[in-house]
């Protein structure tokens, strides 16, 4: 078999082993709050009211922290295909394929001789395969940025087509930029670094084509424009907020500490890196060597495309481990370099044909992530949003509305139980935003709404949040529906106060 047929066929099966990573499990776990359930409810709220432009928790809550790209591919995947957890975690499966095919593409310039290996490395990843089954906005981020980046090579091999390719790169920036912001720029730093690298300050210039650049601008920032126009105090809130006090402070309360990047980030470039850290990867051995100016030197004269992908993944690390806010699966987009860097240490390695023992070892690699695909939608806990609405459905089937009173609202309940979900009373959020809309509301919205659950502090939100609160309304008897469980209905039979709807009457 000659080479070309050889690589045809490895690129045929990683294709097809990355469709099975993608969709094995997909919609057998339940929703995990907070995040799977915020996002879910955001996108239940836009197809409830025909409001695409305002991402909301429900008709008093906004949420802003995000533009609105990942919302609407799970309100789209639920249109088309249901209420469910498979419908809700399809977008986030065909980005993690796509971005699988892109690396299938970056193969055949940084591996030619095996352009499927850093596909196969990158999507055989713990954090790469489990991340697909997260509903998050960084598995969209990934695919947008390794567009952005295969778009950028292009331009620089085909010189010819160069504007063409930029403005593709452009385009896939707006795209990320729409999924998640500011931080979807951050390839922009090793673009512009060997840019200025091969041909000065005056090539690195050259990267922002005005055309490109209205691009982009059209794409990913027509949606924080047309809100700051309806809301002038949003523009505190993007550029102060959500920027300004993510880079600089600690008010966000997401591992600030001067240890945090430690304690979030190197356990996640660890498992980043299973299970092939355990081949003794030679790229890691000399990174060490990179504090030197000489070794970067000698590496750029002999070694450019390594230059390249290790720029690509530490520009934006260094801006992760700076900035005052941080999360997991911040890193989840440079999975991408790091397996073509660890394909490339590893292809002169593999025999050719592939050995036995290879084929053998693989497929156990592919298995075992299966396996902890599988043993993910087994898991429960406190935040099983799924658990939490079945006991909800036994002891308060009629619930109209869920109010979460001094305790962070469970907003994956709305997926289950269909009914709107706020949080009232005092919010756990630091968000300017989250407090002005959730403060002195308890009372009012018992009142309006009579088949209301107040869910309080209590069994119910797991055992960490005892003891049990009773919520306080002046003239309002609450009674709980099971002892120390922290959920209350009112008694309006021994309560002073009518509700508003029986006020009406």
């Known amino acids: 078999m000659d080479h070309a047929t050889s690589s045809s066929r490895g690129n045929w099966l ?29 996108a239940l709220q836009m197809l409830d009211s025909g409001n695409w432009l305002m ?14 790209m990942t919302y609407w591919a799970l309100a789209a995947s639920m249109a088309l295909f249901g209420q469910n957890e498979w419908a809700a975690r399809l977008p986030n499966a065909l980005a993690f394929w796509l971005t699988g095919l892109l690396v299938l593409l970056l193969g055949r310039r940084f591996v030619p001789d095996r352009p499927w290996l850093p596909a196969l490395v990158w999507g055989s990843g713990v954090v790469t395969a489990l991340g697909a089954n997260v509903i998050n906005t960084d598995t969209l ?22 504007l063409r390719w930029r403005l593709l790169m452009w385009s896939a920036f707006g795209l990320a930029f729409f999924t998640k912001g500011p931080p ?14 091969e041909g000065g300050w005056r090539q690195a210039l050259a990267v922002f084509d005005w055309r490109g650049v209205l691009i982009f601008l059209v794409l990913g920032g027509w949606w924080f424009v047309a809100l700051m126009l309806q809301r002038p105090e949003l523009v505190e809130y993007f550029f102060g907020y959500e920027l300004r006090d993510r880079l600089l402070s600690d008010v966000h309360k997401r591992n600030s500490e001067w240890y945090g990047a430690f304690k979030i980030y190197l356990p996640i470039l660890a498992l980043m890196l299973l299970p092939w850290i355990c081949l003794r990867i030679g790229w890691i051995s000399g990174i060490w060597r990179g504090r030197r100016f000489s070794w970067w030197r000698q590496c750029w004269q002999r070694d450019r495309q390594r230059v390249v992908l290790l720029l690509w993944i530490l520009l934006p690390l260094a801006v992760f481990v700076l900035a005052r806010s941080r999360l997991y699966l911040y890193l989840l987009p440079l999975a991408v370099p790091m397996a073509l860097l660890i394909a490339r240490d590893l292809s002169p390695r593999i025999p050719a044909p592939m050995p036995r023992r290879w084929l053998i ?10 396996g902890l695909k599988g043993a993910g939608s087994t898991l429960t806990g406190s935040k099983d949003a799924r658990r939490f609405a079945a006991l909800i459905q036994q002891l ?19 997926f289950y139980l269909q009914v709107p979900v706020q949080q009232v009373g005092r919010t756990h959020s630091n968000s300017p935003l989250a407090r002005a809309q959730t403060e002195n509301v308890l009372c009012d919205q018992v009142r309006a709404y009579p088949n209301a659950l107040v869910i309080t502090r209590g069994t119910a939100m797991g055992k960490r949040m005892l003891p049990e609160v009773r919520p306080e309304c002046p003239g309002i008897v609450f009674q709980s529906l099971q002892p120390d469980s922290g959920l209350w209905r009112v008694d309006w039979t021994q309560s002073q106060l009518q509700p508003a709807s029986h006020a009406l009457l």
């Open 184 to 197: 979807a720029l951050l390839p922009l730093l090793p673009i512009v670094a060997i840019s200025a690298l």
């Open 14 to 42: 990683v294709a097809a082993f990355l469709l099975v990573m993608a969709f094995a499990f997909q919609g057998s776990r339940p929703l995990f709050d907070p995040d799977e359930g915020r996002y879910t409810a955001v």
């Open 361 to 370: 070892g693989l497929a156990l690699c592919g298995l075992v992530i299966l």
């Open 396 to 414: 308060a089937p009629d619930a109209e509305r869920l109010l979460f009173a001094d305790v962070t609202a469970r907003y994956g309940l709305r």
């Open 55 to 68: 991402p909301q928790f429900n008709v008093y809550q906004d949420h802003l922290t995000k533009p609105p």
């Open 141 to 162: 981020l990934a695919l947008f940025e390794t567009a952005a980046m295969v778009a950028w090579l292009r331009s620089r091999d085909d010189p010819a087509s160069a």
